[in-house]
């Protein structure tokens, strides 16, 4: 402050342009920008969730838990969303191997179909189903010889989730998988492994989390899927009448039935995803430190 | 005894090699980055298949680029050390060092102590229940031999070993290094860009330059006729070992060497140690000189060698004990009137001498 600075008149050197006040974030506009995009996220995403809530209470949520309809659907959802989510590992993980690994020409095409179930609309997905697996479908007339019924049976909705969640644990999956690190993979060769050993001892176990994560976001998605279920395998309580569906259809007769299945829903999605989000940064195994290079 | 020429490719690159390493006996690769250096670990591990060539050990042919013949890592009996050791981070140490003698299927009631066996033999067997993220540099090192050496490899590979390290731990792990690898019974290929390890490790050592080997022998072909300049500068240098046997009050160190002793300037510690003296430090003279050098070695030449690029050098070797390269010029090659059989006092100040 004190120093006596050269009048910029005589300087030879131009002073600099006054850039840097300029340059600085504005943060308060940023604060506010942000401040006012949150406010209507939060509020859009959570007053559904709050008027829900509020609309129950303990008891009603036990009186009514014990009702067949409520029952019976919660018992068709744990299980066929479980079944569908060791299916879609079982089948999701060898293809995730493959797009993680491997390079071919039209790998494009598997991967936009793997990719495609995510953005169709899931009546579209059921209807598509019914052509192929229906009755009277491209394959389900043979599969109908072979004495495989799928649609409007509980294996109908199972195929249907399975369909709908496959792209939500192949992505994380192939991710993580590809994620690992070439220099495991080398040294597991060097150490006299098989490919099949490296898979096992090695990729599986360093991939783990995203495979688990993978596994959460496609049980999830099983577990809240209605479209295809509905359209493909119709909505027959106790067969085929999960949880969304049951809530669909009790929306039209008994608004305290639907209350008690949405939130039950609510909490088990809720609970799943955040079991996701606070499983800590390498529970499975830690990462080594950085080569320290 | 190994044997390979490979010949291989990578983008712009090109790698054209040949050499040979004994068993009980370490190969030094030395080359700047981008030499080709982990190209050629690569190609002997089997990690990546030559263009053309030949790999050829005791035990069979791991690859010839004329029948087709190319074993794969996993059916080599390598030891590979990467650079940064590639621990696997999801398994203990024990684990990590009993990951290959699962793989090749030992029985389970021997894996236990052939596993402590290995990290004992590397000071590590405290460290078997660790993760390798709670180890450091010089310990993920040692866990890194054991897992290679406990299958009991034909051929070692080192990559960089030491580079990983900080400056303090890699002198005291250069020095358990050697013990080790003068012990081993495999066939070793040592991979490095530093000059001082080339010289330490190796028997033979093979200066590499972008994909070629410009020179390669032992530590005495490179001091007494270094074909490059990167050779006489870098490796052609005078390697002395000895044991420090006490401080003069100026602050100088003495040392004795295999057949004397020297003064070198301030050096930390005890024990044994290191040493480089440059050709161009030493002096010839034909008569005892009455200067300030402190170290004085009388005996014959041996031989004078041009040096490149020019030859306006010459090396000089004189069969002094401990033996000693001069690097002098073409005319103080005459004016003394130097020539093989010739007496000659070698000498250099203890502030030429640099401990490594």
């Known amino acids: ?293 | 005894m190994l044997r390979f020429r490979l010949a291989s490719r990578l983008g712009s690159f090109s790698l054209e090699i040949e050499g040979s390493v004994e068993e009980r006996s370490v190969l030094v690769l030395v080359g700047e980055s981008g030499s080709g250096k982990t190209m050629v670990l690569r190609l002997l591990a089997g990690l990546m298949r030559p263009l053309r060539g030949v790999i050829v050990t005791d035990g069979g042919v791991w690859f010839d680029g004329e029948s087709g013949t190319f074993l794969p890592a996993r059916d080599r009996p390598v030891g590979y050390v990467a650079q940064d050791y590639a621990l696997f981070p999801h398994l203990s140490v024990a684990e990590n060092v009993a990951f290959g003698l699962k793989a090749l299927g030992a029985a389970r009631r021997e894996i236990g102590g052939r596993v402590h066996r290995a990290l004992e033999r590397l000071d590590a067997a405290p460290l078997a229940a660790r993760r390798p993220h709670e180890l450091s540099g010089g310990q993920q090192q040692r866990v890194a031999l054991a897992r290679a050496l406990v299958l009991e490899p034909e051929l070692l590979l080192l990559d960089e070993p030491l580079s990983a390290l900080d400056v303090q731990a890699r002198r005291s792990v250069r020095g358990e290094l050697r013990r080790l690898l003068t012990s081993l019974p495999c066939a070793t290929v040592y991979v490095t860009h530093n000059p001082t390890e080339a010289l330490v490790f190796g028997d033979t050592i093979a200066v590499l330059e972008s994909g070629r080997i410009s020179q390669s022998g032992t530590r005495g072909d490179l001091m007494r006729k270094p074909r490059s300049a990167f050779a006489a500068e870098f490796l052609g240098l005078n390697l002395l070992r000895g044991t420090v046997i006490g401080r003069e009050r100026s602050g100088l160190v003495r040392v004795s060497v295999r057949g004397g002793e020297l003064f070198v300037p301030h050096v930390e510690g005890e024990g044994e140690v290191t040493m480089t003296v440059h050709p161009r430090e030493i002096t010839l003279a034909l008569e005892r000189p009455a200067g300030s050098a402190r170290n004085v070695f009388e005996g014959e030449i041996e031989e004078i060698v041009p040096e490149p690029p020019a030859g306006e050098l010459v090396r000089i070797s004189v069969a002094t004990s401990p033996p000693l390269v001069a690097e002098v010029t073409r005319e103080s090659v005459e004016a003394l009137g130097l020539g093989p059989g010739r007496r000659v006092h070698a000498s250099f100040k203890a502030a030429a001498v640099s401990v490594q």
């Not at chain 1, 308060?28 to 559904?48: E, N």
């Not at chain 1, 990719?115 to 579209?124: G, Q, Y």
């Open chain 1, 1 to 293: 402050m004190g120093l006596p600075l050269p009048d910029p008149g005589e300087s030879v050197i131009p002073p600099l342009p006054p850039t840097a006040p300029r340059r600085r974030p504005p943060a308060i506009l940023i604060q506010a920008v942000t401040g006012a995009a949150l406010l209507p996220v939060v509020a859009l995403l959570a007053l559904p969730f709050l008027a829900l809530l509020l609309r129950t209470s303990p008891a009603l949520l036990l009186g009514r838990l014990e009702e067949p309809v409520v029952l019976q659907a919660l018992r068709l959802s744990l299980v066929t969303s479980a079944v569908a989510t060791a299916v879609v590992i079982a089948l999701g993980l060898p293809v995730a191997y493959l797009l993680a690994t491997r390079s071919w020409r039209g790998k494009r095409v598997l991967e936009v179909l793997v990719d495609l179930p995510m953005v169709l609309p899931p009546t579209v997905a059921g209807f598509a189903l019914l052509m192929a697996f229906g009755r009277a479908g491209l394959v389900g007339r043979s599969l109908g010889a072979l004495g495989i019924t799928l649609p409007f049976t509980t294996a109908g909705v199972v195929v249907a989730q399975v369909f709908m969640a496959l792209p939500f644990f192949i992505g994380p999956a192939r991710a993580g998988i590809a994620g690992v690190d070439r220099r495991f993979v080398e040294a597991a060769a060097t150490l006299r492994a098989s490919d099949t050993r490296t898979f096992f001892r090695v990729i599986l176990p360093l991939a783990m989390p995203s495979i688990l994560a993978g596994a959460t976001m496609s049980c999830a998605r099983a577990l809240g899927e209605f479209g295809a279920t509905i359209t493909f395998a119709g909505n027959l309580p106790g067969t085929t009448q999960t949880m969304p569906l049951a809530v669909y259809l009790a929306l039209q007769s008994d608004l305290d039935a639907a209350v008690v299945l949405s939130v039950l829903l609510l909490v088990m999605s809720f609970g799943l995803l955040l079991g996701l989000r606070s499983a800590p940064r390498g529970w499975l195994w830690n990462r080594a430190p950085v080569s320290p290079r």
